[in-house]
Every structure is written in C-alpha cells, then in structure tokens.
Nanobody, 121 residues
Framework: QLVESGGGLVEPGGSLRLSCAASGFTLDKYAIGWFRQAPGKGREEISCINYPDRTTEYADSVNGRFTMSRDNSKNTVYLHMDNLIPEDTDVYYC????????????????WGQGTLVIVSS
C-alpha cells in the first residue's frame, strides 16, 4: 500500500513537503507519480519519476515550483511544493505503475489514500 502524509493549511507563497511511503512492495520497479484532484474535477498528473531511467517530468502548472524526489532506502517519494498558490488547493495522491515509462492514472497499480492541501490566507 501507499500512504501519503504532509498535507495541511498553508498561506499563499508558502511551502509544504508531501511524503508517500510504500509498504508491502518496493518502489524501485515502479514509475511513481503525484496526482491531484479537486471535488467534481478530473485527476491531474502533476509529476512522475518514470521507469527505468528515473527521469522526472512535471506538469506545466507546477513546473519550477514543485520538486519530486525519492529515497530508496526509505521506500518513499516526496513532493516539495514551493510558492504555493490558492489554485494548488486539492487532494494529492501518489500512484505506482509497474515498470512504466509514464504515470498514466488508469494504469496505476497502487494508490495512496490522499492528503489534503489547502492554500489560503
């Protein structure tokens, strides 16, 4: 399973770090992505570390503000979010895709439960 943590309330311009910890399997054979979804809207892929070359891609909406990283020793991935804006308010999910070049949500094998991020003054 995947378990996210680190969400919360932050003021515009602030920062948060989300964590996604895997248990029961190791992440090294998976592409790992961060997604977000607002109520009544579709899920948006915002970043992905693909397999096998481990390159990271970002959606235009977060590029330059968000940084994704992984710690294989902890079987965990992170999403560092800087310069947050109100439009970043969403539930954030991580997803793991077996041996994939991309993090397509319909191909995700494991989803986390989501963590809520609220950007507001």
């Amino acid at each position: 399973q995947l378990v996210e943590s680190g969400g919360g309330l932050v003021e515009p311009g602030g920062s948060l770090r989300l964590s996604c910890a895997a248990s029961g399997f190791t992440l090294d054979k998976y592409a790992i992505g961060w997604f977000r979804q607002a109520p009544g809207k579709g899920r948006e892929e915002i970043s992905c570390i693909n397999y096998p070359d481990r390159t990271t891609e970002y959606a235009d909406s977060v590029n330059g503000r968000f940084t994704m990283s992984r710690d294989n020793s902890k079987n965990t991935v992170y999403l560092h979010m800087d310069n947050l804006i109100p439009e970043d308010t969403d539930v954030y999910y991580c997803g793991a895709v077996w041996r994939a070049l991309a993090c397509v949500d319909r191909a995700v094998n494991y989803w986390g439960q989501g963590t809520l991020v609220i950007v507001s003054s």
